[in-house]
């Protein structure tokens, strides 16, 4: 009886702590620990825009059979963010793919859910977030004011370090209440479960 391959996707994200976290959530979301991920990272935005469409096709060539494209909205406007991604990888080598903007940055995702920061933090007490997480200026430097407040000073987070730990404990349906997540998760859960 032969095994089937686990489903291999492509990311492009801005760096390995996005792709390290987004790797952890399309296991989760799929129900699958065999899900093999390739990936390019731009070191930024900048580099995306100009070679996604390339960076696509060599994905294709390595077996990729979808393609998720992470772009932070940072301070950009939405739509023409979208409309800058669509322009730079259409048409997209690889069907079906997905452009995920994180509003502001993938850490406002994590914000959705407290418990998950202090869980992987093992903080004492769980952070008080006020406000809806797409709405908080700077998810990342908030998630490190927070978890210094939270821990009394004697810890520090590290998106590099922490970001695959918080999305092990992330709970799904409170980072579904963040309008950016939605489509991530859709797109894994129809696609690659």
Request: net charge positive.
């Amino acid at each position: 009886m032969s095994k089937k391959k686990p489903p291999k996707v492509g990311i492009i994200a801005e760096d390995d702590s996005d792709v390290d976290a987004a790797k952890v959530l399309i296991q989760r979301i799929a129900n699958k620990d065999n899900v093999a991920i390739k990936r390019f990272v731009g070191q930024g935005c900048g580099r995306i825009k100009r070679k996604c469409h390339s960076w696509a096709r060599n994905l294709q060539i390595k077996g990729c059979r979808y393609l998720i494209l992470l772009h932070d909205l940072d301070r950009n406007e939405l739509k023409e963010l979208q409309n800058d991604l669509d322009n730079a990888i259409s048409p997209s080598p690889i069907t079906p793919y997905l452009i995920c903007i994180p509003i502001e940055e993938m850490e406002a995702w994590w914000l959705a859910d407290p418990q998950a920061i202090q869980k992987a933090l093992n903080l004492n007490i769980t952070p008080k977030i006020t406000g809806h997480p797409q709405d908080i200026t700077s998810p990342k430097e908030h998630i490190e004011s927070l978890v210094k407040k939270y821990s009394q000073k004697t810890k520090v987070y590290l998106n590099t370090k922490h970001n695959s730990l918080i999305a092990q404990h992330l709970d799904l349906d409170k980072a579904r209440k963040c309008g950016s997540f939605l489509p991530f998760y859709d797109f894994v859960s129809t696609h690659m479960s």
